[in-house]
């Protein structure tokens, strides 16, 4: 990342979510102390946003994507200037439901947001957003929720898959509340209206920015996502995410999502042929929008149709443009709806990719194997299977007999068998 | 099912394939449309308006608005009758009706325009037509819902511009059948729900109005002999693969070696009883060895 302003990604101010004051420096580390030259935030010097933290790891600001199950797989949040790209499932209703997640939790905390859509006007994509669960009253049926999903069946059959019991939980259980990080939704009600009005948000209706009698030159990049490009940079240049306006008083995150970005309705046949002209529209776009995020406090959630592309060359290429890449797959017409072992499940969520952001590792979590689904009121993120324990603590047959038979077996191959302790020569 | 297909509104796409044609199924939802009273449009790109307009009485025919793009696609008669812009020109002008009540608009075919118009623009013409009733004009007013019916001849696409506009389309009506009987598959997607999937088996009759039906008879399709008993594999074994019920309450029972059960840690932290089951009793040999690390056995310790 350039040395010019970031957003939280100097380790020397780790904390500090604003490095605004550091064009005129040299370098990008900042005191900690009050500053000699009196700037206008003479507030204290850890200024922080409402709905973000720090990451524990390396520092990076985080904000929540509105699911904390998937924010635990994400290493804790979505970096601050990163893409979330979904992989859409084939229906487009989960991945929706997603989108619509984090548009909430910007509400909810407070954050702009700029939502673009070639199908549908935000207007309406930000009515049917889920309400948030913050009150204490529903905690109770939140309890009731997940008392009456363990049925009498699942002790039993505990007993033998015993190992699953001394799992941790993937999710915490319980709502939060409005001044923590990351919220739980209902999705089957929706946002009050004052929330909605108290909010501030900016719409990008693709029908209405262009009109159709037009005539279009031809160029590199599709007319759509030019159009979305400046919008973008509009609004962060007049709003002041990229520390352009110091007079701001509050520093604020801006959400953008991007809805089925790569469909035909934004103008790009990426869908419909393989090598169609505007081939290399989808990516230079992705590259320019990241270039901008990167020098802005922003964060932008992008559902593309990836099952609808055709150059399959063309979905690599996206997935290195974009810094986390999810995909989720519903089971929905598939023949794995009726297959029992995926009966409590509505489909599976792949973590195709994470970001390594300032690190050498990027913070994988050993589980790929996840499955979600969608209950009365959370969206939940379980792990599948569990992998085989084959770290040495577990106690498999008690030592001694490892011993005994290593030294049946011989030397050659037995010491592996034994473990260190039983080394003898 | 297949007769309320229009009452949901937006695009619905009719694959049909070489055995199975869907210009009659238009037809047959066409008339019905025009029935209930709604105003129809054609867009006649792959057959003549006569051969449209057969089969069809008089008052269905007064009712339908045809725009003739079969004998003059390009306009090079310039006689000035065929609405400028071609078809993409007439489906923008439907874009922008001023009148309020429900339509429905049949395209004949939409594989023909997927072939002389690029695809997105397609796609982004079809979307702002089926979606005008989601935005109301100024004044309020409701807008009655459009019907836009497309024709596909599935074999003439390759899966990129099919999967384009099936994610576009509200529902899927793709034909099929069995022996002479033919079949409707509807998928239907609502917008925030689980799409629906259902057959229904249906016949056309010649005045083309639809005749819904059960399915094809029982007896034509071959059943596997009735004879032959299913086989029970848990017959005729050697060993038992079945519990009785004491037996079943001693599994149960059983505590499992690695569950650290209030027993066995009482068991586990109680000192051991003096072993009457576990004695060794042995005696030494003359030749053993009892200090392995002295084998001359002359360390005094």
């Not at chain 1, 984090?102 to 199908?119: R, W, Y």
Request: with cysteine; net charge negative; charged share 20%.
């Amino acid at each position: 990342m350039a040395a010019v302003a970031t957003c939280g990604g100097d380790a020397g101010s780790a904390g500090s979510a604003v490095a605004t004051g550091s064009k005129s420096n040299v370098t990008s580390f900042q005191r900690r102390g009050p500053r000699a030259s009196g700037t206008n935030d003479s507030g204290p010097r850890l200024v922080s946003i409402t709905g973000t933290r720090p990451s524990v790891r390396n520092g990076q600001l985080l904000v929540s994507t509105g699911l904390p199950a998937l924010d635990q797989l994400l290493g804790g949040g979505l970096a601050v200037g990163t893409v979330l790209l979904i992989e859409e499932d084939k229906y487009n209703i989960y991945s929706s439901l997603l989108f619509k997640y984090f548009l909430a939790e910007g509400i909810v905390n407070g954050h702009t947001l700029l939502v673009a859509s070639a199908n549908e006007d935000p207007a309406n994509i930000l009515q049917e957003l889920p309400a948030p669960l913050l009150d204490d009253n529903c905690k109770k049926e939140f309890d009731e929720d997940v008392y009456n999903h363990k049925t009498p069946e699942s002790n039993i059959k505990m007993k033998i898959a015993w190992r699953y019991q001394l799992l941790p939980k993937m999710e915490q259980i319980g709502p939060v509340s409005s001044s923590r990080f990351g919220h739980y939704y209902d999705a089957s009600k929706r946002i009050p209206q004052e929330l909605i009005e108290a909010s501030k948000w900016h719409g990008f209706f693709l029908p209405e920015k262009i009109s159709s009698t037009l005539k279009v030159e031809p160029c590199s990049l599709t007319h759509g996502y030019i159009k979305l490009l400046q919008f973008i940079q509009n609004i962060i240049y007049e709003e002041g995410f990229d520390g352009s306006n110091p007079q701001k008083k509050q520093k604020n995150i801006l959400r953008i999502g991007i809805q089925n970005l790569g469909s035909p309705l934004w103008g790009d046949d990426i869908c419909c042929t393989e090598n169609g002209d505007s081939s290399h529209s989808l990516t230079k776009f992705l590259y320019v929008l990241r270039g901008l995020l990167r020098t802005s406090l922003s964060v932008c959630i992008i559902t593309m149709p990836t099952h609808l592309i055709q150059n399959k060359a063309v979905i690599a290429h996206i997935t290195n443009l974009s810094d986390i890449v999810v995909g989720l797959e519903s089971f929905i017409g598939s023949e794995r709806e009726t297959n029992p072992l995926y009966k409590d499940y509505h489909g599976l969520i792949h973590i195709r990719q994470i970001p390594r952001l300032n690190n050498l590792v990027c913070d994988e979590s050993d589980v790929k194997d996840l499955g979600f689904k969608l209950k009365r009121k959370l969206f939940t993120i379980e792990r599948l299977h569990l992998p085989p324990d084959l770290s040495d603590t577990v106690s498999r047959s008690s030592k001694q007999d490892l011993a005994e038979s290593a030294k049946r077996l011989g030397p050659g191959c037995g010491m592996m068998a034994g473990g260190k302790k039983h080394l003898d020569f | 099912m297949l007769d309320s297909l229009l009452a949901l509104g937006g695009l619905v796409l009719l694959r049909d394939s070489v055995e199975w044609e869907g210009r009659s199924l238009l037809k047959a939802l066409v008339k019905k449309s025009a029935l209930c009273g709604e105003q129809v449009h054609i867009l006649g790109c792959e057959v003549s308006e006569e051969e449209f307009r057969e089969g069809f009485d008089s008052d269905i025919n007064n009712r339908l608005v045809y725009h003739d793009f079969f004998r003059d696609p390009l306009n090079w008669s310039k006689t000035g009758e065929a609405l400028p812009g071609g078809p993409l020109g007439a489906l923008r002008a439907m874009c922008n009706r001023t009148d309020l009540g429900p339509v429905t608009i049949a395209l004949d075919s939409l594989s023909w325009l997927l072939l002389h118009l690029p695809c997105t623009t397609l796609c982004q013409t079809l979307h702002t037509v089926s979606h005008q009733d989601s935005c109301p004009p100024g004044d309020g007013s409701p807008v009655g819902k459009v019907h836009v019916l497309g024709l596909l001849h599935e074999e003439l696409h390759g899966p990129g511009p099919m999967g384009a506009l099936s994610s576009l389309a509200q529902t899927e009506v793709t034909l099929g059948g069995i022996m002479g009987q033919a079949s409707a598959r509807i998928l239907c997607r609502r917008p925030r729900q689980r799409p629906t999937d259902q057959t229904q088996w249906f016949s056309i009759l010649p005045d083309f109005s639809l005749d819904l039906q059960e399915g094809p008879s029982i007896e034509s399709q071959p059943h596997s002999d009735p004879h032959i008993p299913p086989v029970d594999p848990t017959a005729h074994l050697t060993f038992n693969l079945h519990l009785s019920k004491k037996e079943r309450e001693a599994r149960d029972n059983l505590t499992l070696p690695f569950q650290f059960s209030s027993e066995k840690q009482e068991a586990l932290l109680r000192p051991r009883p003096s072993q009457a089951t576990s004695h060794i009793f042995y005696e030494p040999d003359a030749y053993d060895d009892l200090d392995q690390e002295d084998p001359d056995d002359d360390l005094d310790i």
